[in-house]
């Protein structure tokens, strides 16, 4: 029966472990913007676009539309 | 079609580039910046969202950001060539702004990087300052139609989100122990968890202590301090329950894990903080673009162009000292009241007074801040310092607002008795122990303390308000926090500022009153109007539709009079009477613009104001609920239009001075009603200050808005009514709510005070009451809004 009291232990480590992790996201500013990030992953590189710049039609057509239609974003 | 950069439609003549229509020069200049860049990515990202700007001439506007003081406030960091610099650019709207304005080093080899905060509007640039100044940063930022807005009121406050940080990490640590906390207990609320070895409970217990310190410690310690500071004003507010449910909570529990007695109530008391402070981050949830706290120093300029000995220099505003001599170019907005030295000052207050026509001033004259030249530059002596202007002493009594404290709040009142209540429960409950069973007495007294610890009571105010406050957001009426609700449920009069509030600013009417004009009259009249800027002969050429135009020669404009040329071979003059005629205006209370064409003055265009859509259906709701009252600074022109809306003529002031209106919200304050005003310029700032609610109107909810408890958009307008009775819907949530939460205190109270409550009863009910008070209260808000307030 005592392995549970290395469980807890070891339960509690890895929860540190995130709860670390989320003091860090706090602390770094990660919750002050929600949106652009959501956004901002699915740019392409600008230099890559810029290398083929005929290509570069084809790569901007495969962006899905609809994901930037939501312009109006509740302002919280 | 429409303009490949903003998308406005370009009427018959676009402008073409590269084959692609432009409504103006200004956003075609845009794209060529763009495309050279090779940039156009922006428009294929969201097509057509550009930013429209019509003047785009910056000549030398931006000069003072090259003053080294007035950089050091702007600059976040600069430090062997690089540095930093966070701008506030409100025309921030979509992915492609994003896109744009984080590839800004493509454009200028200067920038290092730059990131958007979107929600905040903000953009953080690092550049080379070997390379690049911050001036020529900033205008590359206006060449792209991305105006920041530098203002006094963002050099000095820099970073306020630190109390946001501190309650995520409160929420998070809370969390963290709640959940293991709970793992720990768990075996005991199982059958046959009281034949656990007391090894285990031992180390359990130990564990949840340990746990539960720093939640007790640090996540809740705004409790105890806004417990202690009602307690000093004579006030039981809802964190004195609160308080003293930890304290007993915590003290119960660790008495029981110390003597080995128990495992205790750790998993219910942290449970308990971990949802009073998510409540609290629902509830403090605000919009952190729009400023609900402006004073004069957003509004005003960061520096002004003295004028030494025949020199120019700029110097920040802060050094403009009595009686400096100043330079007021085009478009500066006039920064202290001063006199007129020389130059043609031709001043628009709109902002100050909602009057769109601008006022003429002679030298010698005075000139009261927050006025706008238009025209040519001026050269003003200062005759008051800044903060001691008129309109900035109106202004500046933000601090009472401040001081206003919350005391009769709904909850605060409930909590009263509550608190009240409960401690005589506890101590009927103990004093009846102690003579049954002497030992159950403490056990009783602290379980009905415990039990009794108003969570759901606590919850309920920040889900229901949080909601209705979100709910109002979404339908375009935008509120600084939540105690504004319960103060807009409250008032029983209500006070409406006429011109931009009532009336629309940009838009006026324009009747021809004399001899109808004929075709080529009506041509003749809107091709001279369209020449000149000035508002009247805008609202005039638009009053005439579908005309074509002549070429206009010898086109004079004479400033506060009028203009004249020939146009198709005739005369015209048009203007103001004296101007025209010769003679005084026969009909002064009304804005009317004299033609005269060919020998003969053929009648007037009578200009009035146009009021908001949907006014009239506005005012007869809430005329029926509430006392009205209009307050405007213009003559009595629309009296007559209005007092059949408004019912009787005595509730509606005329000629009324920012100071007068002020002083009347005051006197009806007195009288001891509640008021709400609502207004949409500088010349309200002190009486929406003043009064209980104090809403604004705008078109644009980020362009600037003098201080009040909410902004409310333009075209929401015409459901006030509704957003106004809304707010008792929202208290009645509230009430039943805490009806709820009663009825699960009866049921935890009829267990304390037989003195057997077990934790599993507190783990147990204390979630569930939170849980479903916050569901009850979130879900119908939310229903109800959408049925209660629809969406046109």
Redesign the interface.
């Known amino acids: 029966?005592s392995v549970?009291?290395i469980l807890?232990i070891v339960?509690?480590v890895v929860?540190?472990l995130?709860?670390i992790g989320?003091?860090w996201a706090?602390?770094s500013?990660q919750?002050?913007?929600?949106?652009?990030p959501s956004?901002?992953i699915?740019?392409?590189d600008?230099k890559e676009?810029?290398n083929n710049d005929d290509g570069?039609m084809l790569a901007?057509n495969n962006?899905p539309e609809n994901?930037?239609?939501n312009?109006k974003?509740?302002?919280? | 079609m429409s303009c490949v950069h903003c998308g406005e439609d370009c009427g018959k003549h676009p402008v073409m580039w590269e084959d692609k229509p432009f409504c103006c020069n200004g956003c075609s200049t845009v794209y060529q910046i763009l495309n050279e860049n090779?940039l156009q990515?922006y428009y294929?990202?969201?097509p057509m969202?550009g930013i429209k700007v019509e003047q785009a001439d910056v000549g030398n506007k931006y000069s003072y950001i090259d003053n080294k003081e007035i950089q050091d406030q702007l600059l976040d960091f600069s430090d062997g060539g690089i540095s930093k610099v966070t701008l506030f650019i409100p025309s921030i709207?979509?992915?492609?702004c994003?896109?744009l304005l984080?590839?800004l080093y493509?454009m200028h080899k200067g920038i290092i990087a730059s990131?958007?905060?979107?929600?905040?509007k903000t953009v953080n640039i690092t550049f080379n300052d070997n390379i690049v100044t911050l001036r020529q940063v900033v205008e590359l930022l206006v060449s792209i139609h991305y105006i920041p807005e530098i203002t006094l009121d963002h050099l000095e406050k820099k970073e306020s989100?630190k109390s946001e940080?501190s309650l995520?990490?409160k929420i998070?640590?809370s969390g963290?122990s709640f959940?293991?906390v709970m793992?720990?207990n768990f075996p005991e609320y199982l059958p046959g968890g009281d034949e656990l070895?007391s090894m285990?409970t031992r180390?359990?217990g130990i564990?949840s202590f340990i746990l539960a310190l720093p939640v007790v410690i640090y996540c809740a310690k705004d409790y105890y301090l806004s417990a202690f500071k009602g307690l000093k004003h004579k006030m039981i507010n809802i964190d004195v329950p609160i308080t003293l449910g930890i304290i007993t909570l915590f003290i119960q529990s660790s008495y029981e894990v110390i003597t080995g007695d128990g495992i205790g109530y750790m998993d219910s008391l942290i449970g308990l903080i971990f949802f009073l402070l998510i409540g609290k981050w629902y509830q403090g949830?605000?919009?952190?673009?729009?400023s609900f706290e402006r004073d004069y120093k957003s509004y005003f300029p960061v520096a002004v162009t003295k004028i030494n000995d025949g020199k120019e220099e700029t110097v920040p505003l802060s050094e403009l000292r009595v009686p400096d001599r100043i330079l007021i170019r085009n478009q500066e907005i006039i920064p202290a009241d001063s006199i007129l030295i020389t130059g043609e000052a031709n001043i628009d207050y709109s902002f100050v007074t909602g009057e769109s026509i601008p006022v003429t001033k002679k030298s010698g004259d005075n000139i009261f801040a927050g006025g706008r030249q238009m025209g040519s530059s001026i050269e003003i002596e200062v005759v008051k310092e800044v903060e001691q202007s008129y309109l900035t002493q109106l202004w500046n009594q933000e601090n009472k607002k401040d001081n206003k404290v919350q005391l009769n709040t709904l909850i605060n009142k409930v909590s009263e008795y509550f608190t009240v209540i409960i401690l005589l429960i506890a101590l009927v409950s103990a004093v009846y122990w102690m003579f049954n069973d002497p030992k159950l007495a403490l056990f009783a007294f602290t379980s009905v303390l415990i039990i009794a610890c108003p969570c759901a009571l606590a919850l309920t105010v920040p889900f229901t308000f949080g909601s209705t406050m979100?709910q109002f957001?979404?339908k375009g009426f935008?509120i600084k926090n939540t105690d504004v609700i319960e103060n807009l449920r409250g008032i029983n009069s209500i006070i409406f500022d006429k011109t931009g509030t009532i009336t629309i600013n940009s838009t006026m009417k324009a009747q021809f009153i004399g001899k109808e004009l004929d075709d080529e009259q009506l041509s003749i009249v809107k091709s001279l109007a369209s020449n000149s800027s000035h508002p009247l002969s805008a609202t005039v050429k638009d009053s005439i539709k579908n005309r074509n135009t002549f070429i206009v020669e010898n086109y004079r404009e004479f400033p506060s009079l009028g203009i004249s040329g020939v146009v198709n071979g005739k005369r015209v003059n048009m203007g103001s009477c004296k101007f025209v005629t010769g003679k005084d205006d026969p009909n002064p209370e009304s804005t009317n613009v004299y033609v005269f064409i060919d020998d003969k003055v053929h009648g007037y265009f009578k200009i009035e104001n146009s009021y908001r859509p949907g006014l009239k259906s506005v005012i007869n709701k809430l005329k029926k609920v509430y006392q009205l009252f209009l307050l405007s600074g213009d003559n009595q022109a629309e009296k007559k239009n209005l007092s059949p809306l408004f019912g009787s003529e005595s509730n509606l002031l005329f000629n009324q001075s920012p100071a007068d209106k002020m002083k009347f919200v005051e006197e009806r304050k007195k009288k001891g009603e509640k008021v709400l005003m609502i207004g949409d310029g500088l010349n309200d700032a002190g009486a929406l200050i003043e009064s209980d609610v104090g809403l604004t109107i705008a078109d644009d909810i980020y362009s600037f808005s003098p201080a009040c408890d909410g902004i409310i958009e333009s075209s929401r307008f015409k459901q006030l009514p509704e957003f106004i009775r809304f707010t008792n819907t929202s208290i009645l949530i509230v009430i039943i709510s805490f009806i709820i939460s009663f009825l699960y205190n009866f049921v935890g109270l009829y267990f304390a005070v037989q003195g057997n409550l077990s934790p599993i009863i507190a783990a147990i009910l204390m979630p569930i009451s939170s849980v479903s008070v916050v569901a009850f209260a979130t879900f119908s808000i939310n229903y109800l809004a959408g049925r209660l307030i629809p969406d046109f």
């Open positions: 029966m549970i009291i807890v339960g509690i929860a540190s995130f709860l989320f003091i706090v602390k500013g919750y002050e913007d929600m949106y652009s956004v901002r699915l740019f392409d600008y676009s810029a570069d901007d962006i994901k930037y239609k312009d974003i509740s302002n919280q | 090779k990515k294929d990202i969201q969202s709207h979509c992915a492609s994003i896109w984080e590839n493509i990131s958007v905060n979107f929600p905040k989100g940080k995520l990490l998070g640590i963290f959940m293991n793992l720990y070895s285990f180390f359990f564990m949830k605000t919009y952190s673009a729009l979100r957001g979404r935008y």
